[in-house]
């Protein structure tokens, strides 16, 4: 064979090559594009509805695209509107669960950070015994802890109080937080810890000094983690708070199941996104941050 010809027959396995992976590309986007449109139907619902007027959506259903545009939803599902007979709104809510998601977050992070430290680089005798036995509260379900912790907290006094919600997802995180922190610093190497104790650093100086300025990317992670899950979380709210201690997530279900005839489809649905926004805030801030901290804390 000449060179013309190899080169000719090149050029076509060449060509067949770039139309395989052209198609191949276009099915993949594709079917990305029709789950993304899936996945992203129900939250479009939502926001259509939510500035859409009660008689639009009576009139032509509720998967339909906005004719009309208003606000009023929003402020009504905000302030005014009746939930589990009060008339006050979500706004009671909303603070309930920002009160108990930001210091129950913080407190389960630092936590987690301690146990992790001492857990990897002050290791004793027992101590994966221990780290084995705080995994197991992990895998345990939440239901299997309800009526210790409503003994415990009618003992202490904290029943129907957000700070009972503060102290039960504090405990219930310590697991979560206590396995990214030590599995990250894990991958810190011992002998840096060793150099700083040799020159004189104590516990509490190192894990000052040298861990906590190495922790961001799985500080942020257990942050992240911690509150959407405190945020989203119903079971503890439902169950240990009544009225006006209720978190958001109650609130929500007692909404959807009121029993008026007359569903306000345009306030429920900018009540759920008053409900969403704050994870939703969260996602989109650091959810490349979430990523980036888990895969470091992968690499050794």
């Known amino acids: 064979m000449t060179d013309a010809t190899i080169a000719a027959v090149h050029d076509r396995e060449a060509a067949a090559a770039s139309r395989r992976h052209f198609v191949s590309r276009t099915v993949i986007y594709a079917l990305l594009t029709i789950f993304a449109v899936i996945y992203l139907a129900p939250l479009l619902i939502l926001v259509f509805n939510s500035f859409r007027e009660q008689p639009e959506i009576a009139q032509n259903g509720l998967i339909a695209f906005p004719r009309s545009f ?3 939803a929003w402020a009504e599902a905000w302030s005014t509107y009746c939930i589990g007979g009060t008339c006050e709104g979500m706004r009671r809510n909303f603070l309930n669960s920002l009160w108990m998601a930001v210091p129950a977050t913080i407190l389960s992070t630092l936590l987690g950070a301690m146990n992790g430290y001492v857990l990897s680089k002050w290791r004793f005798k027992g101590s994966e015994v221990l780290f084995t036995l705080m995994l197991l509260g992990v895998f345990m379900p939440g239901q299997i802890a309800l009526m210790p912790w409503a003994f415990l907290l009618g003992k202490v006094g904290l029943t129907n109080s957000t700070y009972g919600l503060i102290l039960i997802h504090v405990v219930q995180g310590i ?63 439902v169950v240990f708070t009544s009225g006006r ?46 990523v980036r901290g888990l895969t470091q804390g992968a690499i050794k």
């Not at 922790?215 to 979380?233: H, K, R």
């Not at 609130?251 to 005839?261: D, E, I, R």
């Open 70 to 72: 208003q606000l009023k």
């Open 175 to 237: 697991s979560f937080t206590t396995l990214f922190c030590r599995n990250y610093y894990v991958s810190i190497p011992d002998d840096l810890i060793k150099a700083a104790r040799i020159d004189g650093a104590g516990f509490w100086r190192i894990f000052r000094k040298i861990i906590l300025p190495l922790s961001p990317p799985i500080l942020i992670v257990t942050v992240i983690w911690q509150f959407t899950g405190i945020w989203n979380e119903y079971l503890f709210g």
């Open 245 to 290: 201690e209720q978190p958001i997530t109650a609130a929500l279900v007692a909404l959807t199941a009121s029993g008026t005839n007359v569903r306000a489809y345009d306030v429920m649905s900018a009540a759920v996104l008053i409900g969403a926004l704050p994870p939703l805030l969260v996602y989109f801030l650091g959810g490349k941050y979430f």
